[in-house]
């Protein structure tokens, strides 16, 4: 079996792995998380102009196809710069549930928007991450054609600066139905959020909202799919960039052992830092191949919850194992935060906690295996 990526794909990758090198840097970074909307708009407009926010939209409607691996290879890319940008927010948590569930009219308004870099997309799934059944915190009633929407939505991803919300939310018989609606709609408002890794993940309230039938991403009879659809993909995502983000971490932390002396020696030669950024490259690999498995299953429309769980409990346990290692491997400097490595501890944590912590992806992986053990033990 070949497990290569296809030409295209490392077309994709070595087109952002560029992009970011050349624009992302530890001085740019600090540059835009000391502005408002803690958003680089320039590189965003590069991606864009490289036509790499195209992926995900089907080429009919100007994107490049393509699904979630190609964003996961965008993704490990910029997990390796930790480039402030909403790239998961808008590939995987809008583009691609749009481009799969939602009609062709809510598609053609809004796919060629992000293909040009007009738009930005997000999604409010955090809620769902952690309901005992993924159920949305968010209500819905019917009132003539139009659903009424109620409640609030916690720590959604760049919605500060999203023009749109994928939005799963709750109705009558624990049914689900997924909408498209406007930061600026009538009813909507926002309350700043900042993250772990100094991202903005506003909460987002809704005060009955009206969402018409041409604004459903997908109604009652593909709800509850899209939104698990929707939860699967976004914590891939996170699994794919946490990737980068070790790979980097790891990359760096190698670079400054075999710098560094100690009684006239480099760190590098000593046994305890041997071992302990040995154990990190064997977890970086861990999640390396449990990320991808899960990518390509979903991917390839085969059942993918046991396997994104996995991937999940891998890139929260591992990762944060990885990117403390790293950062205690640069002993004093790794505590300066005016030095690169801290912000991939940060991100590196804020993964970890995403959409679900080790402990509760670990809950629902024994739920499913107490529910099908034949099945999923011999998959």
């Not at 530890?26 to 926010?53: F, G, Q």
């Not at 995403?354 to 509760?360: A, D, I, Y």
Request: one cysteine or more.
């Amino acid at each position: 079996m070949d497990f290569d990526f296809t030409d295209e794909q490392h077309a994709i990758r070595e087109t952002a792995s560029g992009i970011f090198a050349g624009m992302v840097t530890p001085d740019r970074v600090a540059e835009i998380e000391a502005t408002t909307d803690r958003v680089d708009r320039e590189l965003w407009r590069a991606l864009a102009e490289a036509d790499l926010l195209g992926v995900g939209t089907p080429e009919v409607l100007g994107g490049i196809g393509g699904g979630l691996i190609e964003a996961g290879l965008m993704l490990e890319e910029q997990g390796k710069v930790v480039a402030p940008i909403p790239l998961l927010a808008t590939l995987v948590g809008g583009v691609l549930p749009l481009a799969k569930f939602g009609p062709t009219p809510l598609k053609e308004k809004w796919l060629p928007q992000v293909v040009a870099g007009n738009a930005i997309l997000t999604s409010a799934i955090a809620d769902v991450s952690t309901s005992p059944r993924q159920l949305p915190a968010l209500t819905a009633v019917l009132q003539g054609s139009e659903w009424i929407v109620s409640g609030t939505a916690n720590a959604v991803p760049f919605a500060h600066v999203a023009d749109a919300i994928l939005v799963p939310v709750r109705i009558e018989g624990d049914g689900v139905i997924v909408a498209m609606i406007s930061k600026n709609q009538s009813g909507v408002t926002l309350e700043r959020a900042e993250t772990t890794n100094r991202a903005v993940h506003p909460h987002v309230h809704f005060d009955s909202v009206a969402v018409g039938p041409a604004d459903l991403v997908a109604g009652p009879d593909r709800g509850v799919e899209a939104t698990a659809f929707m939860l699967d993909s976004a914590m891939t995502a996170l699994a794919l960039t946490q990737i980068g983000v070790c790979e980097a971490a790891l990359a760096q932390t190698a670079a400054h052992l075999n710098e560094r002396e100690q009684f006239g020696r480099p760190l590098s030669t000593f046994q305890g830092t041997m071992l302990r950024a040995a154990d990190a490259a064997i977890d970086l690999e861990a999640i390396r191949v449990t990320a991808w498995q899960a990518a390509w299953r979903i991917d390839g429309n085969l059942p993918a919850t046991e396997s994104v769980l996995v991937a999940k409990w891998q890139a929260a346990d591992r990762g944060q194992r990885v990117v403390h290692a790293t950062q205690h491997l640069h002993g004093g400097t790794g505590a300066d935060i005016g030095y690169p490595i801290h912000r991939y501890f940060l991100w590196g944590k804020q993964i970890e906690l995403e959409l679900g912590s080790p402990s509760l992806q670990l809950s629902r992986l024994g739920t499913l295996i107490a529910q099908r053990p034949d099945e999923i033990m011999h998959r």
